[in-house]
């Protein structure tokens, strides 16, 4: 559930018409909802009351300070990937002794600065990350708190770019092979093994994958158990999916129903990672129609926001839904596709969407509020779209509009 509602005939994000902050900040723009961020990371919170946890909000989806300040106040911690990921988090008032480090190529310079801060655990994807970070540990004196992320080769059933907990993919150490390379880290004298984790994929719609990958590990940490290995915490990554159209993912209440069941009366604390359940459907992306070209084939309406802004259409034939701000009953509803100002066939934000439109119109692109702007670019030479959030009747710009100025001052042409 979000807040983003009609009423009265026009969309409000929370109190505020969304009309009006279109008049108030231009287009295009993203606009989150603090009460939506909010109720979507108590959800996880409450889903796990009664029991250890900790629910570390994937950075990565939505790296915005104010969004990280919003979910820092409430408690959270943050699944971090880059040390950039961590300096916003530090920014933003979060926890460095709630910070998991994850990520396939950690740096040195990272893995230092995350130890100087005191992160809670870095989340080791192979052998020779190890052995780097028991060097960094080393040179600093420290003990590396470490989790092994185990790929225990389960298919997520989600897209391929997205999908990360088979075989075939990049990430994390062979299920098969993890025996023996924990035996390896808690034999390194400045590492200290606390936890197990692992993430197998994203926008995952049932429960189902989680469980099968959730069986798995615990029948590690049992094996572990037997060689003296003593796992203190399961992180089961992030991944559960959010309704872009109609699929029906299963609520954090329902996810973690499962998970219990299956860990009996284990101890262990459970660390989750989520990234677009709570951010994606906490954010539209407010576009404005430019123009409308009908050919014999198709129609075009020619939005202000483009594949730069949002990219995920293109990137992975993603489907979000479009809705006009104000619904209108004076034209015919055709079959529109949406498509931006950039120069390439593959622009486009929605196809053959079902709509009533005129020139001037404004649209909201629904749940961007998870990898919208971060992987948004300059593409174009494009202005990235300012950031707004809303709450209550408040709005607060928490990124301005970017500039052209912006844009070149890392620039500089060569000498006479
Ligand atoms: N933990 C790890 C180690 C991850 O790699 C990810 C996402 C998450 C947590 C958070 O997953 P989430 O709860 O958001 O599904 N750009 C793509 C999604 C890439 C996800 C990458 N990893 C998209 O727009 O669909």
Redo the contacts with the bound molecule.
Sequence with gaps: MDYFNYRDGTLFAEDVPVSRIAEQFGTPAYVYSRATLERHFRAYDESLAGRDHLICY?V??NSNLAVLNVLARLGAGF?I?SVGELERVLRAGGQPDKVVF??VGKQPLEMRRALEVGVRCF?VESETELDRLNDVARELGRQAPVSL?VNPDVDAGT?P??S?GLKENK?GIDIAEARRIYARAAAMSNLDVVGVDC?I????TTAAPFMDALDRVLTLIDQLAEDGIHIRHLDM?????VTYDQETPPSPSEYMAEVRKRLGDRTLEIVL??????AANAGILLTRVEFLKCTDHRNFAIIDAAMNDLI?PA??S?WQAIIPVTPRQDVEEKAWDLVGPVCETGDFLGKERRLALAAGDLLAVRSAG??GFV?SSNYNSRNRPPELMVDGDRVHVIRQRETLEDQMRLEACLPE
């Design positions: 994937a990565k989806a699944d990937v994850s990520g989340n992320r897209h770019y997205i990360t990430f993430h994929g994203s926008q995952l990554g992030g991944g559960l999916g990672e989520p990234g677009r359940s709570i995920r990137l992975y993603a998870a990898y992987m």
